[in-house]
């Protein structure tokens, strides 16, 4: 399936690009940074350099196969595009990232742009949290 979606985005098929999507789609981990998507590929006997690792994810990025997201101190995170809209909340003690969607949150955004004369194309929301009672 690999080779089928790089090449339906434009992209060459590369071992390095094939491997990197596969642990994507494979990890229990929904948003990696460059780092743990390298650890991994080191972990299973991978030579694919950390510059590559970036490399490829910017191309991911950019043919829309991940979305980057900048949860804190301009650490990057990926997750595959999958074409389901969420937000996230981000636990500032753990750095656990919890999705979720809401059709409140996302009807009154809309309903703000429009108030101000404008129409939403697109938005990204972090809710930084912390569990109750800390």
Known sequence: MENHELRKVGLKVTLPRVKILQILESSE?????????????????????LATVY?????????????????????????????DHHDHMVCVHSGEVVEFHSDEIEKLQEEIARRHGFELTGHSLVLYVKRSGR
């Open 55 to 83: 490399r490829v994810l910017t191309q991911f990025e950019g043919a829309g196969l991940v979305e980057r997201h900048n949860f804190d101190g301009g650490h990057s995170v990926f997750e595959l595009d999958r074409g």
């Open 29 to 49: 981990q929904r948003h990696m940074s460059a780092e743990d998507v390298f650890k991994t590929l080191m972990e299973s006997g991978e030579d694919v350099g």
